[in-house]
């Protein structure tokens, strides 16, 4: 079974606030990922990580940022939350492999912008 | 580029129902290819993967083989519970590991 978390779970916050979302791992993984999900349910890569102080932008553009100076540690940040940032965050995590790897997902986090 | 497509949705079945939820895929290269399964309010959790040709992959019931001549990855069970009721994701993954999802299939199976 995985271990991966996310806080929190469920966030209902004003425009213009800033907000950071958490996603910590225990299995020691190097590739870290966040996906934003809409609400027709399609998955969208917005960051990853391949290792400690790696961050690539995504597929899909998003204000968020991200850092990585812990290898379990992945944490999301807005600076300043907007009601388009409405969405659920799912963050990921795999081993350093290749096409063979399995990612393993939090439960997410709901985020309401007013 | 890479690509994945699956049936639209909702698939709606009666208990002990046949399943089959339809995934094609356009890639080069070799992928894995991958079934992940949503329960509502949840994240995505891992149904099975296939990493090479005519590999089937197998867990709780659901089926999948890898068909390299037809670009496809079906995913299958013989008899669906109520409790299969999720939103079910067909995936490849690239050489960096990145992984390229559908767009999601809704089951609901009714009692």
């Known amino acids: 079974e995985a271990d991966i978390y996310q806080t929190p779970r469920y966030l209902v916050i004003g425009t213009g606030k800033k907000i950071t979302l958490e996603c910590s791992q225990t299995m020691g993984h190097d590739k870290m990922y966040w996906y934003q999900q809409d609400p027709g349910m399609e998955l969208h890569l917005i960051h990853y990580?391949?290792?400690?102080?790696?961050?690539e932008k995504g597929d899909l553009s998003s204000e968020s940022t991200v850092s990585r100076i812990r290898t379990e540690h992945f944490p999301l940040t807005l600076e300043s939350a907007r009601p388009s940032h409405t969405s659920q965050y799912l963050c990921a995590s795999g081993l350093a492999g290749g096409v063979t790897d399995t990612q393993y997902f939090g439960p997410g986090t709901r985020l309401t912008v007013l | 580029g890479n690509s994945v497509t699956q049936m639209e949705g909702p698939v709606t079945l009666s208990e002990e129902a046949f399943l089959t939820i339809n995934c094609t895929y356009t890639?080069?290269?070799?992928?894995?290819l991958f079934w992940y399964v949503q329960y509502p309010g949840e994240g995505l959790q891992l149904l099975l993967k296939?990493?090479?040709?005519?590999d089937k992959g197998s867990n709780k019931g659901f089926e999948a083989t890898y068909r390299k001549e037809t670009t496809s990855f079906h995913l299958e069970k013989g008899s669906v519970q109520v409790s299969d009721s999720a939103v079910y994701f067909c995936?490849?993954?690239?050489?960096?590991?990145?992984?390229?999802f559908g767009q999601g299939t809704t089951l609901q199976v009714k009692p």
């Open positions: 990580s391949y290792g400690v102080n790696s961050t």
């Open positions: 995936a490849l993954s690239e050489y960096t590991g990145k992984l390229i």
């Open positions: 890639a080069t290269g070799y992928p894995s």
């Open positions: 296939a990493t090479k040709a005519d």
